[in-house]
C-alpha cells in the first residue's frame, strides 16, 4: 500500500478500491491484480472476506494473479540472496494465503539490471512485466516493433520472457478516469498502436489501484475527484471491448501464433527504472526522508543473518519488510518513526556493530613526509597525499606487474578547452547548498600521522566554512588504502553530499576501459566506461539533481583495461554507507589535435529527487567508508 497512507487508512482503501476491483473481475471484466505477499498478509488482517474473494476468482479463472515478491524491494540496490528470498518467501505465502503460485512477476518499480535474469531464473520464474519506455531508451538490440509484442530476454546465458507495460498508456489512462483528458482521446491513441502490425498486445493498464476513488496525499498537485472514477473504468473497457479483446498474461504467453523474438540484453546504464528521469534509482537509495541510513541499518541486520547462519522465517520477513520501497519515498512521518522504532529494536537485539576487520602484516609500510606531500610506500603501492589541498590523493600506484595507476591529481592547465581547466583531485568530498554553491575540504587540515607496526594510520579533521565539518581516519595495510569519512552538517541548506569523488588519470586507454558492478544479484556484470559520454548530465528537471546511478550490491566496484584485466578496486562498506555513484565521463576534450578524455567517479550519499524530505528529519552525520586497492 502507498508510502503516504496512514494505516487507519487501509480498511479506506481495501473498501473504495480493492473490492470495486474484484467486483469488475466477478462482473466479467478481465482483470489480472499484482500485490505483494506483504499486502496480502496486512488485508488479511483487515478484511479476510476479500482475500477468500480473491482466491475464489482466481480458482474460478475469472482473475489472474500476478506475483512481485514478499514485499516491494528495489531489486537493484539489495544483496542477491535478499532478493532470492524475497521471492521464495512470496510465492510461498502466496500459495498459503490464495492457493496459487504465481507464473508471471512484476518487476517492483521497473527497476532493473541485466544480473537480474539470472536471479529470477534462480527462482523458478519464466516471465516478468518490464516497463517498455525506458528499456527502450537506454537498451541496445532493441526495436520499436516491439513494443507490444512479447520478447524472450537474454544474458548471454539465462533468458526469460518479458511482458510489456507503458508508463505512457498507463499515465493517460489515469488522467483520463481523473477527467483530465477525454476518453476519446486515449482510446484513439490505443487504436493507432493497435493498427501497426497485425499482432498486437497493448497493456491497457500496469499501475496503482489506490488512485480511483481515493486520493493517497503524495502531492499537492492531486486534483479533486470528480465522478465516480470505478465506473469510468468499466465505461473505458466496454467501449475498446467493442474492437479490441482483452486477454489474461497468461493467455498471451501461450499464443503460438507467432514466435518471441529473442534480444540479448545490452543496457546503456546497469540499472533503469520507470517512467520520467525524476523516478531513478537515487529516490530509492538516498532519498526519502533519511533512506541512506535506511539501507545501511538493512545491510547490518542482512550481515548478522549471514553471519549467524540464521534460518528463522520471521527474521528475514522483518529484513524484507525493512527494505520495502514505501519507507525511502512519500513515507508519512509516523510510519517512518515506526519502522525505524523497530529497526532499531532489531539492531539492539543483535548488538548492532558490524565488527569492521583490517586485514593484518607483519611488512611495516614506510611513511615520509615533507611539507607538501606524505608518500607511504607499501609491498602493494605507492600512495601520495597532497597536504596542500586537504590531503587529496595525488597518485595512487600499484606496484603489481601489468597494473597501472588510474587515479590521481591533474594540474590545472592540463585540458587546452578552458572549461576544463581547473585542478582535478581524488579522494576528496564536495557539498553542495541549495544554492549550487560548492564547499570542499582543499586546504591545510589539522593532521596526525602515526605509523605502526603493520599500517600508517592518519588523522584529519576540518570545519569546512561552518557548512560542515569532516574528519578523516585514512590507514593504509600492505594491500589496500581505507578512507573512514564523517561529514557532520552543520548548516541544513547543504542538501547535495558527495563524500568521495576520484579523477582518472587521462591517458588515451581510459576510452577503452570497462567496469564491472553487482547491481541485486550474485555476479558482476562488465560495462564499457565509454557509454557515460553518452548521458546528459543535466536533467530538464530542476529539483533533480542526478538521474542514472550504480549500487553496488556486493560493494566493489572494478575497474578493467582494454584486454580485461584488473586495474583498480573500490570496495564500500555498505553498513556504514551504501553510496550510489555514477561516472561523469567526456570521450574528447580539447580544442586542438591532441584531445584527452576526462572521467570522475562521484560517489553519492545524498541529491535532490521527488522523494527528498530535506535535512530536517535526516542524519546530520554521512559516516561512509572506502577502500582503494
Not at 519507507?327 to 515506526?338: A, C, G, K, S, V
Amino acid at each position: 500500500m502507498f508510502s503516504s497512507i496512514e494505516t487507519d487508512r487501509r480498511k479506506e482503501v481495501i473498501l473504495q478500491c480493492y473490492w470495486p476491483l474484484l467486483q469488475m473481475a466477478e462482473d466479467g471484466f478481465v482483470v489480472s491484480l499484482e500485490a505483494t505477499a506483504l499486502t496480502l498478509e496486512i488485508i488479511n488482517d483487515i478484511d479476510p472476506s476479500w482475500i477468500a474473494q480473491l482466491r475464489r476468482l482466481i480458482e474460478g479463472g475469472k482473475i489472474e494473479f500476478i506475483g512481485s515478491g514478499y514485499s516491494q524491494i528495489i531489486a537493484p540496490i539489495v544483496p542477491e540472496l535478499v532478493n532470492f528470498r524475497n521471492l521464495q518467501i512470496g510465492a510461498d505465502v502466496y500459495s498459503q494465503l490464495i492457493g496459487t503460485r504465481p507464473t508471471v512477476y512484476l518487476i517492483n518499480e521497473m527497476a532493473f539490471s541485466v544480473d537480474l535474469i539470472s536471479l529470477y531464473r534462480k527462482a523458478g520464474i519464466e516471465h516478468i512485466i518490464l516497463e517498455w519506455n525506458n528499456f527502450y531508451k537506454y537498451s541496445k538490440e532493441i526495436q520499436k516493433e516491439y513494443s507490444t509484442t512479447p520478447i524472450q530476454l537474454t544474458d548471454g546465458n539465462a533468458s526469460i520472457n518479458v511482458v510489456w507495460a507503458d508508463s505512457i498508456i498507463f499515465q493517460k489512462f489515469q488522467r483520463c478516469v481523473h477527467d483530465e483528458v477525454d476518453q476519446s482521446d486515449l482510446i484513439e491513441y490505443i487504436r493507432k498502436i493497435g493498427d501497426k502490425s497485425e499482432i498486437q498486445f497493448v497493456p491497457f493498464y500496469t499501475s496503482d489501484a489506490e488512485i480511483f476513488d481515493f486520493r493517497p496525499g503524495r502531492y499537492k498537485t492531486e486534483n479533486n475527484q470528480k465522478v465516480n472514477e470505478w465506473e469510468k473504468v468499466r465505461s473505458l473497457y466496454s467501449t475498446l471491448s467493442e474492437s479490441a479483446e482483452f486477454v489474461f498474461i497468461k493467455d498471451m504467453l501461450l499464443d503460438e501464433t507467432y514466435t518471441k523474438p529473442i534480444i540479448q540484453f545490452i543496457p546503456q546504464f546497469p540499472v533503469q527504472v520507470k517512467k520520467q528521469e525524476k523516478y531513478n534509482i537515487y529516490r530509492w537509495a538516498i532519498g526519502g526522508r533519511n533512506s541512506l541510513r535506511l539501507n545501511a541499518d538493512c545491510y547490518r541486520i542482512y550481515e548478522d543473518i549471514i553471519s549467524s547462519d540464521s534460518e528463522n522465517l520471521q527474521d528475514w520477513k522483518s529484513l524484507l519488510f525493512y527494505w520495502s520501497s514505501d519507507f525511502r519515498t512519500h513515507i508519512t512521518l509516523p510510519r517512518f518513526n515506526q519502522v525505524n522504532e523497530a529497526i532499531n529494536e532489531t539492531l539492539n537485539r543483535i548488538n548492532g556493530k558490524v565488527v569492521h576487520q583490517q586485514k593484518s602484516t607483519t611488512n611495516q609500510p614506510k611513511c615520509t613526509a615533507t611539507d607538501s606531500v606524505i608518500q607511504i610506500e607499501t609491498e602493494s603501492y605507492i600512495l601520495k597525499l597532497n597536504r596542500k589541498k586537504g590531503l587529496v590523493i595525488e597518485s595512487f600506484e600499484p606496484k603489481q606487474k601489468n597494473r597501472r595507476p588510474l587515479i590521481g591529481q591533474i594540474s590545472h592547465g592540463t585540458y587546452d578547452d578552458i572549461t576544463y581547466s581547473n585542478d582535478y583531485l581524488s579522494g576528496y568530498a564536495i557539498c553542495y547548498d541549495n544554492a549550487r554553491k560548492q564547499h570542499t575540504h582543499l586546504f591545510d587540515r589539522n593532521e596526525t600521522i602515526r605509523c605502526l607496526v603493520d599500517r600508517v594510520i592518519i588523522e584529519a579533521e576540518n570545519n569546512c566554512n561552518d557548512k560542515y565539518i569532516i574528519h578523516d581516519i585514512m590507514t593504509a595495510t600492505a594491500h589496500d588504502f581505507e578512507i573512514d569519512r564523517s561529514i557532520h552538517i552543520l548548516d541544513e541548506k547543504v542538501d547535495i553530499i558527495h563524500p568521495f569523488i576520484f579523477t582518472f588519470l587521462p591517458e588515451q586507454e581510459l576510452r577503452a576501459m570497462t567496469y564491472d558492478v553487482c547491481c541485486g544479484s550474485a555476479s558482476a556484470v562488465n560495462y564499457p566506461l565509454m557509454n557515460w559520454a553518452l548521458e546528459h548530465q543535466q536533467s530538464k528537471y530542476l529539483t533533480i539533481s542526478a538521474i542514472h546511478g550504480i549500487s553496488p550490491t556486493n560493494g566493489q566496484l572494478v575497474i578493467r583495461d582494454s584486454s580485461q584485466k584488473e586495474q583498480l578496486y573500490f570496495e564500500i562498506d555498505n553498513s556504514c554507507s551504501p553510496l550510489v555513484f555514477n561516472f561523469q565521463y567526456e570521450s574528447n576534450v580539447g580544442l586542438g589535435e591532441d584531445q584527452l578524455p576526462f572521467c570522475w567517479l562521484v560517489m553519492s550519499a545524498q541529491e535532490i529527487n521527488d522523494a527528498y524530505k530535506g535535512n530536517s528529519e535526516r542524519s546530520k552525520i554521512i559516516h561512509s567508508r572506502i577502500k582503494l586497492y
